[in-house]
């Protein structure tokens, strides 16, 4: 380590022990002046073996237990780079007296973090939002018709809260916990993620690929020559991992965050992780569309880009009213009506022809019932005479012409008896 760094380390970690209780918070707020101050407490933290780790990790600890608020969130933006430096402890044969003082720091945040002022444990509640209801990410008139079921109805206005905790206070780290705490460490994290540096996206970036790909032939495709033994992930932590690669993407990490995504999605579908490879996909998706026009650079406001739906008026136009009811109505009487008018002008009414029947009586005689189309289409009535015939009065007709029909052909059945059966032709 270079006299310079280890010089900005000694003089930031002896001004902190001399200052009074009333100065803290404008001592926080000159923190982010001291360029030279944040890379030489990662050079410290990245090292082997060093003097400095433990009292780095002691002031740390300080810091985020004098429960100021800037204070806390300088801590925050080293948390990747110590999480990185916890995985890597057992693999690259550190120091267990330096990755024993990394692990107290980590087991002191958390432990802080999941009670409250009163030291009463917390409980963490999640609002899931409706798609019903319009927000700022979507309009519910463009997804779709929904339907208006009763149970719709009855959970139209209430939301579902998804509660987590209580958590239960650490001691150590063991297999059984260590990405439990280490999870809930990154929900944290990416609590604060707005006002976290560059340098630290980029640690997050970075601490996403070692873990995915450590192991894995994509290793040697990104050329990382440090440990090349697997490490054991969850679900949980890699959802966690892409929450924050997911701002890095959009605040001036393009290309490493990239990366981060794919190797992700990479050790998601290995380990098949349903929820790490859904969100991991989504925001892959969004991107895609999206293509980061605006092109957000790395200073000025942190935002995370959205694809906003454009607004529209409240109430459909196809909302269901007693008028649009009323109106449905009287066009279904109206279809009706036209295609009753349709069929009786067609030939034959009602778009279906009269068989004609032709009967041979005993005698020879033969009997023709008359042509059923004068009936519905009558010669023309010399000029000067006005002939008006209603539709009621023309199926009147021809249902008695359909009765004549049917009783002549019974008739005809009964006087002929089995004798004169063959000399009827239909």
Known sequence: MLAMNQGVVEEWLSEFKTLPDSAVSSYAASLKEKGSLVPALYKVI???????????????????????????????????????????????ARDPH???????????????????KDGQSKVLSFTVPSLSK?????????????????????????SRVVYSGPHVQRETFTAQNRF????????????????????????????????????????????YKGISSRLTVTSEFLVQLVTGIHYALCNGEMDLGSKALDDVLYRAQLELFPEALLVGNAIKSSQQCAALKSGASKEGTRIIQVEMTPTSSRISRNAVTSLSIRGHRWKRHESQEVS??????????????????????????????????????PEPEPLGSASEVSPTHDLSLRGQEVRRQKSVRRLVDEGSGPASAGRAQY
């Open 46 to 92: 990245r090292e082997n073996y060093s003097d400095l780790l433990e009292p780095v990790c002691h002031q740390l600890f300080e810091f985020y237990r004098s429960g100021e608020l800037w204070l806390q969130r300088f801590v925050l933006q080293f948390l990747p780079e110590l999480l990185w430096s916890l995985l890597l402890a057992p693999s690259a």
């Open 98 to 116: 330096t990755s024993g003082c990394i692990e107290a720091l980590l087991l002191g945040i958390y432990n802080l973090e999941i009670v409250d």
């Open 134 to 158: 319009p927000s700022v990410y979507h309009e519910p008139s463009h997804i779709g018709s929904l339907a208006l079921t009763e149970g719709a109805l009855a959970n139209h206005g209430l």
């Open 180 to 223: 439990e705490v280490l999870t809930f460490l990154l929900l944290s994290y990416n609590a604060s993620l707005s006002y976290m540096s560059s340098s630290s996206l980029q640690s997050l970036c970075q601490l996403s690929s070692r873990v995915c790909i450590c192991g894995f032939p994509r290793q040697h495709l990104r050329r």
């Open 340 to 377: 009753v008018d349709s069929d009786l002008a067609a030939p034959g009414g009602q778009g279906s022809s009269i068989p004609e029947i032709s009967v041979t009586m005993p005698n020879g005689d033969s009997l023709r019932p008359r042509d059923p189309r004068p009936l519905t289409q």
